[in-house]
Structure formats: C-alpha cells, structure tokens
C-alpha cells in the first residue's frame, strides 16, 4: 500500500466538507465528527466541539461498525484528518476508507502541519497526540499564562506550553492501565486490573490486595502528575492552567484543585483546529 498523504495547508485543508477528525491511539482510535457550521460558529477561547463521536476498541477492532457511525445519507465527500501514534492501526483505517470511501480526502497530520511553535530538537519525534493536545490548550488557556496538558492514556503525558503558546516538551510515565499490566505480569499472584477509566478516586488505605493495588496504581498516578506539574512550572510566572483529556483524565482532574479542567474531545479538537483555516489557534 502506498503512503497516505500528508496534510498539505492548500490542498487538504476543509472548505465545504464534513471533517471527521481521528486520534489514533495504541488500544483505542477515536472519531469526531464536525460540521462546517459548527467549525464556523466557534467563539473565541472556545474548541470546536465534534456533533457526534464514536470510538474503537484494540487493534483489529471492526472497522464496519463506522458505516453505522457516520451519518446516514453522507451526501457529500468528507474530509478525514488523522492523528496517529500507532502506525499499523493508522494503515488499517486508511486502507479500509480507501476501499469503502473512495471520493473522501484523507491527510495524515505531521509535526509540521500545524500552527504550533515547538521548542524542542526533533518535533517530529513527538507524538503528534501531545502536540494535538498542546494546539488546543493554547485556544482555551488564559491570556500570558503557560499551560500544562495532562493525558491520562495508555502512557501519562504532561507536557508545558509557554505563557507565549510554544510546546516545551513534558514527561511520559506509564499510565495507569499499563501499570496494572506490568504489575500482574512480573509478579506471581497480583491479579490483572482494569484501571483504564475510573469514576472516582480508590481509598488511600487498601484493606485487601486488590484494594491496596487499586490506591498505589491510583494515587501513585496523582501524586507523580501533581509533582511533575509543579516542577515543570516552577521557573515560569503566573500560575498554570491545566488541561486533562483521557480516560481517567475525569476523576483526576477533580483531584488538582481549581485550575484544573477535564477536557474529553481535546485531541479531537485540536485537529479540527490544524484542518480549518477560519479558526485562530491563539484565540486568546
């Protein structure tokens, strides 16, 4: 199969066509769709928002349940914008909307496809989720102040964007699923425990084995995103404002007091923002 193209500021951007933004992740590859009229009435420090999303589970997840997804009727062509850090997963989608999609546009984001200064050696070394992530937080964060992102996922990143909106860099630290995995795997009789999403914080004090490994995966999480957000601030002035998007990203939030915000569509809308060219990224 031949490479997808990349996005090119011209020729892919959206005009007239539906956008279905894709986050491709390790186990989970998510879908937003965004209507013109949506992208269009978007206000200032405000992220388009998807009128309809839809995501898929693991990599050999059926790709036919999309059909069901999308809207029925799709009269016109729509524009596919994907964001991926899982290459074999991205390869699947494209070839499947190749086959089943033929008159739709597919742009496969780069680094450099988008409105983002990015003060580190190899942008496109960075998976492009962070910077996603990164191009959202600077339409939602206040006026000359830094931002710090936090995705809960299969790995926690926290990454810093500067008062002036360029992404810094962060850290990357095992999420909390993956964990649990390593946890299970490495040892003779811990248990395997699905801590992917969570409604609301374990008790600190574990009174059974799994208990006690469902406050350390837990907690530890917290404690290590907590210490990473201040130190990566620490230098900079003005208190940050803090962004969490992924599955445990809402009962995390709640934990890292008022400056905190859970945003679930970040990546999405980060997207949404590289493909359409009506919408400021610094809208501030």
Do not use: Y
């Not at 739709?104 to 998976?127: C, Y």
């Amino acid at each position: 199969m031949s490479s997808p193209r990349r996005a090119s500021p011209a020729a892919n951007r959206i005009a007239d066509a539906n956008l279905i933004a894709v986050d491709v992740g390790n186990n989970r590859t998510k879908f937003g769709l965004f209507s013109t009229d949506c992208l269009r009435s978007v206000a200032a420090r405000e992220l388009p928002e998807p009128v309809s999303s839809f995501h898929l589970c693991g990599a050999e997840a059926d790709l036919e349940t999309l059909r069901d997804w999308l809207p029925a009727g799709l009269d016109r062509a729509a524009a596919w914008w994907i964001g991926s850090v899982n290459r074999p997963a991205a390869t699947r989608l494209i070839g499947w909307l190749r086959d089943n999609r033929p008159e739709d546009s597919i742009a496969l984001l780069a680094a450099g496809d988008l409105p983002l200064e990015v003060a580190i050696p190899r942008p496109d070394m960075v998976g492009i989720d962070r910077l996603l992530d990164a191009l959202a937080a600077n339409r939602l964060r206040g006026p000359g102040r830094p931002a710090v992102v936090v995705d809960v996922g299969t790995a926690i990143t926290v990454d810093l964007v500067s008062p002036e909106g360029t992404f810094l860099g962060g850290s990357i630290l095992p999420g909390i699923a993956m964990s649990a995995h390593a946890m299970h795997e490495l040892t003779d009789m811990l248990p395997f425990l699905d801590l992917s999403e969570l409604a609301s914080p374990p008790p600190a004090v574990g009174t059974s084995t799994v208990a006690a490994m469902q406050s350390g995966l837990f907690w530890g999480a917290v404690g290590a995103i907590r210490q990473l957000i201040g130190e990566l601030t620490k230098d900079l002035p003005g208190r940050p404002d803090v962004f969490l998007t992924g599955g445990a990203g809402p009962a995390v939030a709640k934990l890292l007091g008022r400056s905190a915000r859970h945003v679930p569509h970040l990546t999405l809308s980060g997207i949404a923002l590289a493909a359409s060219p009506t919408l400021d990224p610094h809208a501030s």
